[in-house]
């Protein structure tokens, strides 16, 4: 069965320091989101990509996030540098279009310290 | 206020028992609902997905969908330890493509 697959699945770093979180898309989905998890709470839209453009970044925190998704497939999201609030986790989703529902991945769950 | 408020839970109901989970929700343009099952430190998993007011069927669970009073339920029948999760409504309107997710209701069914 095909999945959204991250990596890595934990990440632990020190308050300062860049972090890198990587996605690969279902194969043949052109719609791919960032969403970041407090513990507690529900899933919140970071940035979502239509191919390789930027739809909505308005929840990025452009200072310290960033966010491509170069050739239209697989998708990188940044922070540099990392806070301690940073803490979460960061999830990845994709749907092939309108009117479909939209597959998660297994999430990265970022500790900084 | 939040655009769409879930009860945080934790819910705990015995082995077999009907489970009903809620989510209100203030924007009326939303028009597509979900409901996400996530267990620990895991992504969340697709449970349910309907468009519209109504009821939808899948196995043990049903949605319901009741866009006049802006609400929206999960029944789960004959519940199973397996069930023990956090469950994530989810919802959307037509032109967006955004998900704005509730809080999560965390559910233990108790052997």
């Known amino acids: 069965e095909a999945e959204v697959a991250q990596s890595p699945r934990y990440k632990i770093t020190e308050k300062s320091q860049a972090v890198a979180f990587w996605c690969d898309p279902i194969s043949g989905h052109a719609t791919l989101y960032w969403y970041r998890q407090i513990l507690g709470q529900g899933p919140e839209l970071l940035v979502q990509?239509?191919?390789?453009?930027?739809?909505?970044d308005s929840q990025l925190p452009k200072d310290r996030f960033s966010a491509e998704r170069l050739k239209g497939v697989d998708s990188t999201l940044k922070i540099q540098p990392a806070e301690l609030g940073d803490s979460a986790m960061y999830l990845c989703?994709?749907?092939?279009?309108?009117?479909?529902?939209?597959?998660f991945g297994q999430g990265t769950r970022l500790t900084v310290v | 206020q939040k655009e769409v408020e879930q009860d945080p839970g934790p819910l705990s109901v015995p082995e077999g028992a009907i489970v009903s989970l809620n989510c209100t929700y203030s924007?009326?343009?939303?028009?597509?609902f979900m409901w996400y099952r996530q267990y620990s430190r895991k992504g969340p998993e697709l449970l349910m997905y309907?468009?519209?007011?109504g009821n939808k069927e899948d196995g043990r669970f049903t949605a319901q969908v009741d866009k006049s009073s802006k609400y929206i339920s999960l029944f789960i029948r004959d519940s199973q330890p397996s069930d023990s999760a956090t469950y994530l409504c989810?919802?959307?309107?037509?032109?967006?493509?955004?998900?704005?997710f509730g809080t999560g209701t965390r559910l233990t069914i108790i052997p």
């Open positions: 989810a919802m959307r309107d037509f032109g967006n493509e955004k998900l704005t």
């Open positions: 989703a994709s749907r092939t279009g309108s009117n479909t529902e939209a597959f």
């Open positions: 990509f239509q191919d390789e453009s930027v739809v909505d």
């Open positions: 924007n009326s343009a939303f028009q597509y």
């Open positions: 309907t468009y519209s007011s």
